[in-house]
């Protein structure tokens, strides 16, 4: 009787968790401390062997060499600039068959270091921070054990999966990966393939500017006289003048980074205003006619017309399929402009020769085409004469402004 009731017993007592097998930690992986800011090499190291042996309580650590090993595969697989925090870590674990990755990062500034421990799930990311002031290493290996114990509660701990769970998993990591390798492989061969078009288009652009020689140009353009405020003599006069219309012109490329420029500009008076003693009115061709009757108010007519050379020199700075230069030359412009309105006929006319600045960029396209911007500015002080009812007064000009848009061919 008695060596039946002490089979029994041990019977029984084998078939309890603390008698028999122990229940299988689930595997994790731990990835090397990161340190930010005042963190040396020693302390980093230290608290990697705390954070080891804190998780070691937890879970089955893959070791380090072979953890190593798959990372330096992942980087082989993927290149480095292309590998993120996340595409990295699914790899790995899909590699490894791991679920669990940890990580820790020491970020010190002076006496004070944030620790963040972060767990990488299937799924799910937790992190778990915490701030020392003034702590020394040893100070901090207890704040790590602590991270652990607090993430330890919010996390899967002691899972152990059946072979369907792990094939399960392991699909739906394959598939994952896969769907991401196919998605950044799609990437890089739109990437490439732009990359190559823009290298061929470079090269036929590169091509042009070696050997070009003239570049014709047609435009719009738009040419704007400033007239000085408050003149002594008159307390009624034309302030300024804009005339738009259209240029021809040519560019001559002397060197790779140099080029003559000639524009010839003619336009017609396109907005003018008029100064009064108490008020400055802008009348605009494209309203001239709305009001026939010469009595109102309302009333005013306008005309006038005005044409321009100009010759100038260019350095050129060359950005891929753009060019960008500024210079200097001479320039003439003659014209004149006309304001009439019910009580006041406002006449001048005007012959300008001098200095300017000219400056612009433009794109060149692959069919030897280019698109241009370009300011010619003028400033200088030139007294003209304007009639102002059958009186002669004399005024001055402070600057006038041109602006050009159109589109150029390369010969």
């Known amino acids: 009787m008695r060596y039946f009731l002490t089979t029994i017993l041990s019977l029984l007592l084998l078939s309890l968790p603390s008698f028999g097998q122990s229940q299988e930690r689930p595997e994790g992986i731990v990835i090397p401390v990161s340190g930010i800011g005042n963190v040396s090499e020693t302390r980093k190291l230290i608290l990697q062997n705390t954070l080891i042996e804190s998780l070691s309580e937890y879970y089955r650590l893959v070791p380090q060499d072979k953890f190593e090993e798959v990372q330096e595969k992942v980087f082989q697989e993927l290149d480095y600039e292309q590998c993120t925090e996340d595409q990295c870590i699914v790899m790995i674990q899909d590699i490894l068959q791991v679920e669990n990755l940890f990580v820790l990062q020491v970020i010190g500034e002076g006496q004070d270091t944030q620790l963040s421990l972060k767990w990488v799930g299937l799924d799910d990311k937790r992190v778990k921070t915490e701030v020392c002031k003034g702590c020394d290493t040893f100070e901090l290996n207890e704040r790590v054990e602590g991270l ?25 990591r394959e598939e994952e990966l896969r769907r991401q390798r196919e998605e950044e492989l799609r990437k890089q061969r739109i990437e490439k393939q732009e990359d190559e078009d823009d290298l061929k288009s470079l090269n036929i652009v590169e091509g042009i500017y070696q050997n070009r020689k003239y570049n014709i140009l047609g435009m719009y353009g738009s040419s704007d006289v400033h007239i000085k405020r408050e003149p002594s003599t008159t307390s009624k006069y034309i302030g300024d003048m804009v005339f738009n219309g259209f240029g021809i012109g ?162």
């Open 250 to 411: 040519f560019n001559y490329y002397i060197w790779d980074n140099y080029h003559i420029n000639s524009i010839y500009f003619s336009g017609t008076l396109s907005s003018i205003s008029k100064i009064t003693s108490d008020k400055s009115t802008i009348y605009d061709f494209n309203d001239v006619g709305k009001v026939s009757d010469t009595s109102s108010s309302e009333f005013y007519d306008m005309f006038g017309e005005t044409s321009s050379f100009s010759g100038t020199f260019n350095r050129i700075w060359i950005y891929k399929k753009w060019n960008f230069w500024s210079g200097g030359g001479l320039y003439s412009e003659s014209g004149k402009g006309t304001i009439i309105t019910t009580n006041d006929k406002i006449s001048t006319s005007f012959d300008f020769f001098g200095p300017l600045f000219d400056g612009g960029i433009d794109y060149n396209f692959e069919n030897q085409l280019n698109l241009f911007l370009r300011i010619n500015y003028v400033f200088f002080n030139s007294s003209i004469t304007q009639e102002v009812n059958n009186e002669n007064h004399q005024t001055d000009v402070t600057s006038t402004m041109k602006v050009y848009f159109g589109m150029g061919y390369n010969l």
């Open 148 to 172: 652990v114990r607090n993430l330890e509660t919010v996390i899967p701990k002691g899972v152990v999966f059946s072979s369907k769970d792990d094939e399960e998993l392991r699909k739906r």
